[in-house]
């Protein structure tokens, strides 16, 4: 008997011993009023030491997995688990239309998978070799000792105070006048549109936005059941004409832009085109959702204040920003800024969807910023993602056939091919040869955009780039030879 | 000039000049062209070291505030901030109703507020005190050691697998069958509810609860839209026939139950009644979701299981768990098992809504998990709270003259008074001498419960408990000889 208990490392022995007594006694093989061997026994038969036994009985105990009889020694309690009907529900035929639409949408769950050996520039994300992590454990360390269980419990639905307070100097430094303004932390940019919308926009009302733009933005859009208004995006900027129109004829409730280091095209909004936008914009009373996306990221050229900051103290842009792009994606941290009555009602949503985003994180992130770490990560980060940026560019023009390199700044450049040419075609082909991107398809809120795609360059060396834009360039050869032929 | 530069402790000098000069010019005090003082003038002028001036300049250089003109010295650049229309919206007339109703629903925005030196039994929030805050410092410190940069990237919506594999092998020692099912973690119990919600239940559909129940989550059923049947629990469980009528005659879409230390009574649902339940929801065909809140806060008696394992290989029942409730509140982590098909869906419902949980707090609660420290901190913190508990049963029987005390455990009891009196009316006087605790009428959803509070203990001594317990008794007193009168 117990001749099947194996032990594992990395965990109390006594704990492994009592987790296989439950078991044993769940299954049945030990049944109720069934007498476990003495605690001498069991050690001797298992070869443990026998306070580990006694140790684990103990908790048995405790559980009510067993009752001790005084000088008799200890007894399986009636634990049955007797299973009643079994029920079979078709889950998939109980889904919701959201449920639904939210697997449809969801790309990772249709787009080719990385295998390993390729080469693949879909991820925009940072590279995790970069990441500071010296720097975040005594971030870690004096925090939490100043800090202890304090950051372990419930805490405020709007945010960790420091990081409110430090977080509004960071925005002050940006010009933003923070005079009727309020901040609330978010799981995230993705959480914070998903509150904004929730806040503002009933099923049906309309969003404008740069065409093409953010995938997961438009994701979240059609799972709000919101109608889409893509105004084009030129290398010149957003077409101001079109934009006011579509304000002057259209039910939109907000638009949504990303000013700076664009996803996809990488453009920055020049300073004369954000006080144009503000100015449209501000004719229709309509607010602006403004995606601060890799702002940190600028690797030339002059301080380009958000929109946020230059509408003054006008209260008409909502403003998500989030670290979480360069820094650390992993502890999903975000943050909204806009007029305090709007945050209000959003901290009201916010706690009923989660209570809050996590202290500790919270906590961690507020000392890795306030020590200065961030800006030592910052000018090392940019240097890396500059030289990388800029091979990038060089490399896709010399080696991929394309109409236009898009691309300011930012862990991605947008490649445009000749009209006729379609980019999941040329993906299919790449994949075959170990290659992946994104499609530019996934960007168009019109259907357009077949010739285009997204190279996503956060994790990838100056060699792998050369590698697979030469990969990618022969595939469009390929295509444009049997197109021509 | 810059005579108003202060620095203050903990972050570095050259960042606060930095950030001071950058103010400078955003605000106009320093005018694009100007040229700023040599490093050296700097430095004297200040009275700081020239290599903290030198990296201020650097910085303010390398984001564009800047301009080097060689041999002649730094120039501030063009950074105007000029304001354009000032745009004032009025938010408060553009909120959705959703938006409307989550800030009316919260009770945090207009309950009672704590002020200092009152004693409050409102939270059921653990007591942070009892925190194990140097395993909890050691498992940072294992994992991190570990996984480094690892866990601060991306990561899977699903969740840390890890942990995944963990939560499985603990659902395993509490007799769940694992087959066909999986888990998903969540940003705590709330997320978890609003996403099977979300992947379940379309607005207008039915929802079958206790009366009372988790105010938490009667919210989330009104913002969801979703119609509420009550079924009256009293002290022997949930009306059985009642339960069976509304399922027989209402568009009933899944039934919310808490079986473990119910949230307000704290009773705990016998086997039998469990095994009758679960048969009841069979014969409709109508899924279960279950609330594991404080599962493992067991004072006494036999191993109960959840109804996830009396289920057996079935796939009825939703489980929610989390260990926030008397762990971590702080980092807000929880999961859900069910069947694998529905997790799937759920799974996509998550990424579009924040897209993961942190995976930092996920690998931190994973290392706390394994390596037996929850085991050691279940041990001590079951000793303080039995003991807490049982004091509070004992004293709310002395000192509050009652119709009914209610509680088999958890971090709360439940008051009943005689049916005349108004938990509310109470409330309001306690008020008045420093006591806080819950109007039960929160947790009906019929309207009903105005006779009755909650008193959570997790935060409270018994000396508290003893003078706060005696003052309600006093102000009961007072009402009860009023309305005699």
């Not at 009302?205 to 733009?213: A, K, R, W």
Request: one cysteine or more.
């Amino acid at each position: 008997m117990f001749a099947d208990f194996k032990c594992q490392d990395g965990r109390p022995v006594y704990l492994q011993l009592k987790e296989y007594l439950k078991k044993q006694m769940l299954s049945g093989i030990l049944q109720p009023g069934e007498r476990l061997p003495s605690t001498r026994e069991m050690a001797t038969a298992l070869g443990l030491g026998r306070n580990t036994v006694i140790q684990a009985y103990q908790d048995l105990e405790e559980e009510g997995f067993t009752q001790t009889v005084p000088g008799q020694g200890s007894f399986v309690a009636a634990v049955e688990v007797r299973y009643g009907t079994i029920t079979e529900l078709a889950w998939d035929q109980r889904l919701t239309a959201h449920a639904k639409a939210a697997v449809d949408l969801d790309i990772e769950k249709s787009e080719l998978k990385w295998e390993r050996g390729m080469i693949s520039f879909k991820s925009i994300a940072p590279d995790g070799a970069l990441f500071p992590t010296a720097d975040f454990k005594r971030a870690f360390l004096d925090r939490f000792a100043l800090e202890e269980g304090k950051i372990l419990n419930y805490g405020y639905a709007q945010g960790y105070r420091p990081l409110l307070e430090y977080l509004g100097e960071y925005l002050k430094n940006k010009g933003v006048e923070p005079e009727g303004k309020a901040i609330l932390v978010t799981n995230g940019f993705t959480e914070g549109l998903n509150l904004v919308l929730a806040g503002i926009a009933e099923p049906g009302d309309g969003i404008v936005t740069e065409n093409p733009t953010h995938n997961t933005a438009l994701k979240i859009f059609k799972l709000r059941d919101l109608q889409i208004y893509g105004v084009p995006l030129t290398e010149k900027g957003i077409d101001l004409e079109l934009l006011a129109e579509t304000l002057a004829t259209k039910p939109v409730k907000a638009g949504f832009l990303i000013p700076s280091y664009h996803n996809p095209t990488g453009l920055v909004m020049s300073p004369e085109s954000r006080r144009a936008v503000l100015e449209v914009f501000a004719r229709y009373q309509v607010p602006i959702v403004e995606d601060g996306f890799n702002e940190e990221l600028r690797y030339s050229g002059a301080h380009v204040a958000p929109l946020l900051a230059l509408a003054g103290k006008g209260n008409n842009v909502v403003y998500i920003g989030s670290f979480s792009k360069i820094l650390f994606p992993g502890l999903r941290l975000g943050w909204v800024m806009a007029d305090r009555d709007l945050i209000a009602a959003l901290e009201s949503i916010k706690r009923s969807m989660n209570i809050h985003t996590s202290f500790l994180d919270q906590a961690l992130l507020y000392e890795y910023l306030k020590n200065g770490s961030f800006e030592k990560y910052l000018r090392r980060a940019r240097k890396v993602y500059r030289a990388r940026h800029e091979a990038a560019i060089r490399l896709a023009t010399a080696l991929i056939p394309h109409r236009r390199i898009w691309g300011e700044g930012g862990l991605h450049i947008f490649v445009e091919l000749a009209p006729k040419l379609n980019a999941r075609q040329i993906l299919a082909a790449c994949y075959r040869r170990g290659v992946l991107f994104m499609p530019g398809d996934l960007f168009y809120t019109d259907g357009g955009g077949a010739n285009t795609f997204r190279l996503g360059i956060g994790r990838v060396s100056e060699a792998e780039m050369a590698t697979g834009f030469k990969i990618i360039g022969e595939v469009i050869s390929e295509f444009e030879e049997e197109k021509n032929a």
